[in-house]
């Protein structure tokens, strides 16, 4: 339906979606954008947002004014109200392909002018520091008082105050605009370029920049995953996923733009941002949607010229380049004044954005030692990535990595300027990706329902790439038996299903027909993947294809796609769906292959102590099917880990008794059952080697072993093999009293699998879980090895009440469970419910600490009536829980009875005089209580002096 029509017919459904909240914010953020693209006048713009009119009034000013413009304002009006509204609000409406377009030449307007082009992102920057530009403002006599009066009217939101701003300054002229624009320049730094529109674009100059466009565009309008099957615009089926600066911090969630903003940063003389995920945690697809976003004038307007780079393809490139000859040949050809366009690109770095996706899937590991400065100078194109990356060439360009976290080194790491992690879909991102997936909303209704039965599997869904795969075979997942898809294993051997059985739906096999029918294609697949993954191969020539047997047939299968990264190339090339598909493919091959080399298992498992060299001997493996592509006398190869870690978990997989039946046919039995004993032995020795690395105790001090992440990972390959026996063996030879797994990247997929094995220690030991993204899906998944815990840390772990209304009731079974910490995460006064029944009825509980929460004075009240019936509580910690005096006072009543509280911390609330005095007037009465912290409250100095002077246990 053309976009005019559009706005005809939804008429009621748009004015509800502007104005159905009560607040103006989406029309005016709506306003914002189209005067931003150009498709409002200024005055129009003050014809529609009359101050004092109804907000539904202004709206339908909008939507006629919209509608006598013409289509292409229209489908303005409809992309902005794409990007403005929330997600759940956009299935109501039909948007129909609309697009902002980026016509609107920034570049030769004055100053006032470019306030209306930047409008969107001067609003988001100055609502945090309206007083420092209403102050600039003043001391350069552009405002008067009364100026600054009328932007900061209290009935204003600070969007409001900043948008009111910019209306008065635009009617000051161009000197008062270019106040705020330097004002803004000096608060964000170096790295927000708004001074581009003092730049002079030549001709030439803005045709490159709109065929660069162009190509980012075409390059990223579609996802490669539906590719061989369906076209899936990126649009249609991109869901947010969560994204997170540091481990440490709670911050206010991440969006897109932040990635390359200021918040996180940790070293401002780097340029070099990284995105880390797990592989299939949807870092690519990120990527993607901020190059089209970029494309399209939505988003990172900061930047003139975005060029894109993928790793894959940069592997390929045997030459030396130099910098413009890389940025020319691999991104976007300029037809004319290539000297000057490169000086331009030279003389502005701050307007210019680099991406590198998958420095992981790079050759080469990281190294700083070839320092190169010379931007026209030829170098291999290693040496030229890692000195974009460090800043020795195009220092102030912003670079945008992406990689696993395991092949960050600290060499790359000393030249980030921040790290954020990307850690796959929210719950409720589950839930958006399975309707976009599903147009039909029973089926999608169907999907989820079905994952909401199986939280094995629900925690799966986490990562992205397995949300596909479940929601791409979904026929499979509703017919398959409950409870039979439990494992990473399951979800790939249900895909190798659907896929083998959908090219030929009409002849679907019953039993495990549809393996033997498709031996040959699993066999030459699985031959060309493990070539690929012991040579840090990714992309295959037809060549490749042809020395591993893989013909057309075994292609149309889908598995392997075109490779687009390789589209400047004049042969075709092919890439699997998915890195993780190639590690399936290659562990399949290990399963298989009756010749397979006796070495090749252990060798796999033996990764975690292997040095470069040990790589290199494992190396020795594989066949050197692609020597052409490898580097000739390059030391650096980098180290591929990670994709053999996934091989090995995928092969312990499908080596678990469930699949065993199925390779009889490919596989003689006797070679099977060797295959199979020699993934329990090197499990069972991997584990071993952890544990001979816990020290000795100190005197007095508990016996405790902090897990590498390759512990995790050997318990993950245990879990796939759904093997009791080994991970019974396992535990019955640890013996700790505390077991620290911080930083390990435990999502809700790692807990399913620690639970598998840890319920099956001996004694009971304090679990330590700070800082990792176990979710309320993850604590879920724990439940299972709750009883072997006496004490639970779960800092930083993005937990809030649901999840605690599922942990505590378990908890409290559990005989020895006597201490949680849950320090900085979701939880508010709803969750202490939970708390107050484990209080009343657990009568060996030692500790609680809920620091950094926000249960507020409600909470502690009901804490507070539940500890009238505890007689064992020693530690309670509500530090950082905006408890104010009510919260104290309900506190101080149970102080003054208790007989076994020992140390209370309220640092960081807001409690005052009047509840601190309830405090002093417990501790009167009670002799047990050896210190009541309370730094950081609203107390003044003079009313602390007094305070310590009257009651010495309280520490300010
Ligand atoms: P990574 O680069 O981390 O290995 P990808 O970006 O390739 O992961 O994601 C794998 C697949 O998961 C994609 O091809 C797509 O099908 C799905 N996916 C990932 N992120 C998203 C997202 N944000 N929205 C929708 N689908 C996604």
Redesign the pocket.
Known sequence: MLAQELVLKQRTELLHALCSSGSSEHLERVLDLLLAHGELEWEEYQNIQIPGRALYTNARQLLDLVYTKGAVTCEGLLSALKLTLPEGQHASLSFSGCSLNRDRNVCHKPTSESLLNRRPSLVRKLQGCISGALEALTRSGHFTSGDCDEVRLPIHTPSQQARRLLDHVRSKGDPAAEVVLDFIQQKYGSGSSLNQEKVELSKEFQKFQKKLTSSVLAQSCF????GGTSHMSLDE?????ELELSHDCTEAPLGLEDIVGTAGTKNVEADTVLVS??????????I??LHLLWARGTALQDFLFLFPFSCRKLNSEQRELSVQELLFQHCCWPDRDQEEIFQFILDHPHLILFTF??LDEFKQSFSDEHRLCCPTQRAPVHILLFNLIQGSLMKGVWKVV?S?PEAVGPVLRKHLRKEVF?KG?SPSGIDC?VR?HHSDPTVAAKVLGSLQTNTALLGLCHS??L??IVSQCHRELLGCEEGSLQTITDVYMMILQHFLQHQRPEKTSVGLGWLQENKETVLHLGQLAFDGIGNTCYVFSFSHLKMCGVSEKDISMGFLILSKDMSFSHSRHYEF????IQCFFAALHIVLSSCSDRSTIPKLFELQDMTESGIECFRACFPATHQEQQVPGDQDTAVEKPNLQITATFMSGLLSDRYLSMWHQSCPSTTLERKVKQVSKCLSKGLQKHFRSIPQPVAGEKKSMHAMPDFVWLIKCIYEMQETRIAKDAMSKLEVDHLKLTYCNIGPIECTALAYVLQHLKGPVGLQLDNNSIGDVGVEQLLPCMHICNALYLRNNNITDEGIGKLIPKCIQCVNFQKIALFNNKLTDACTQHFSLLLKTKQNFLSLRLWGNKIGDAGAQALADALQNSETLLWLSLVGNGVGSTGACALANIIRHSSSLEEIWLTENCITKTGVECLIQALKHNQHVKSLWLRNNHLSSEEVEDMMQRESRLVF
């Open positions: 996802l490669s995953t539906y089926i991109y869901t947010d996923v995920g797990e592989a299939g945690s949807g870092k690519s697809t990120l993607q949607r996706d998958g992406t696993r990307l879909f990706f976009k992205p790439v949300c596909w769906l998915h890195v993780t």
